[in-house]
C-alpha cells in the first residue's frame, strides 16, 4: 500500500514558476514508478509525465517539454515536478500516482493516486 500526498500547487503568472511534491507513505517507494496527471474543469484527465524506480528514465508529454521537469528522491520518499514558464492552458489539477510498471503514461497502470493539488495560472 502507497499513499501520495501532492503538495505546492498555488496561483501564479503566466510565465512563473511552481514546484509540486508528491510525498508518499510506505518502505516500497523505490518499487514504484511515478506519474503526474492533470486534469482540467471538462477535460479528461491527462497524462504529463513520468519517473522510473531509480529516476533513470523520464518521460513528459510534448506539452510541457522543456518546461516541465520531474524527479524524485527515494531517501525522503518524495517525487516533484518543477514546472517552468507555466501557461494559463496549464491550469488543473494535478495528481502524482504510483505504478508498479516500470515506466508508463497509461492511467490504467497506476495503482496508487493521491488527492491532488491546484495549479491556477493567470494571464
Known amino acids: 500500500q502507497v499513499q501520495l500526498v501532492e503538495s505546492g500547487g498555488g496561483l501564479v503568472q503566466a510565465g512563473g514558476s511552481l514546484r509540486l511534491s508528491c510525498a508518499a507513505s510506505?518502505?516500497?517507494?523505490?518499487?514504484?514508478?511515478l506519474g503526474w496527471f492533470r486534469q482540467a474543469p471538462g477535460k479528461e484527465r491527462e497524462f504529463v509525465a513520468a519517473?522510473?524506480?531509480?529516476?533513470?528514465?523520464?518521460y513528459s508529454t510534448d506539452s510541457v517539454k522543456g518546461r516541465f521537469t520531474t524527479s524524485r528522491d527515494n531517501a525522503k520518499n518524495t517525487a516533484y515536478l518543477q514546472m517552468n514558464s507555466l501557461k494559463p492552458e496549464d491550469t488543473a489539477h494535478y495528481y502524482c500516482?504510483?505504478?508498479?510498471?516500470?515506466?508508463?503514461?497509461?492511467?490504467?497502470?497506476?495503482?496508487?493516486w493521491g488527492q491532488g493539488t491546484q495549479v491556477t495560472v493567470s494571464s
Open positions: 519517473i522510473s524506480w531509480t529516476g533513470g528514465r523520464i
Open positions: 510506505g518502505r516500497t517507494f523505490s518499487s514504484y514508478s
Open positions: 500516482a504510483a505504478s508498479r510498471v516500470l515506466i508508463t503514461s497509461n492511467f490504467d497502470e497506476y495503482d496508487y
